[in-house]
């Protein structure tokens, strides 16, 4: 059964302090990593999609990196906006469901000004 | 661009009651529909997933049901709640051979 957990659960940051947030997963043969951003009482938000180790993908203050076991979501300077629940879900290539997405649960980050 | 809706936002209904939201994608043409549930401290669960209109997969047994009868709605029906079915239900599309799925704002729904 494909697995996403994500660590930590929360993370609270002071505006600037950079750091990461981590994804790992078991699954039966990656078909994408994808990385979403959830505000309260609202639909995911997309933010990336990550294919095969060692690659990586940018978006403002975001950058996220993927090898054969994880994938992290770097935040550099970050600024109270970026506050938000940060999901990871993985897609297997294998099998008959090849739509599904598997979630984790999130990281809740809280950024401080 | 590709717009998705649902309603209604919010919904508090009795156990035991019949349950109807509906999901309409706009900008697209033949896109595979999903439906998730979001419990408090758990992940996103896939609940239904189409490809087509009339063709649905269910991934998780229980007492919802989804159809498709147009080809850019999806709805998601219960004959009776139960206070379980409580979340916040999301609908979500994607192309086929793009593997992005796209989600809209979310109903939450309360089952007393």
Known sequence: ?113 | SQTIHQWPATLVQPVGSPLSLECTVEGTSNPNLYWYRQAAGRGLQLLFYSVGIGQISSEVPQNLSASRPQDRQFILSSKKLLLSDSGFYLCAWGTSGVDTQYFGPGTRLTVL
């Open chain 1, 1 to 113: 059964e494909d697995q996403v957990t994500q660590s930590p659960e929360a993370l609270r940051l002071q505006e600037g302090e950079s750091s990461s947030l981590n994804c790992s997963y078991t699954v039966s043969g990656l078909r994408g990593l994808f990385w979403y951003r959830q505000d309260p009482g609202k639909g995911p938000e997309f933010l990336f999609t990550l294919y095969s180790a060692g690659e990586e993908k940018e978006k403002e203050r975001l950058k996220a990196t993927l090898t054969k076991k994880e994938s992290f979501l770097h935040i550099t300077a970050p600024k109270p906006e970026d506050s938000a629940t940060y999901l990871c879900a993985v897609q297997a290539s294998s099998g008959g469901s090849n739509y599904k997405l598997t979630f984790g649960k999130g990281t809740l980050l809280t950024v401080n000004p």
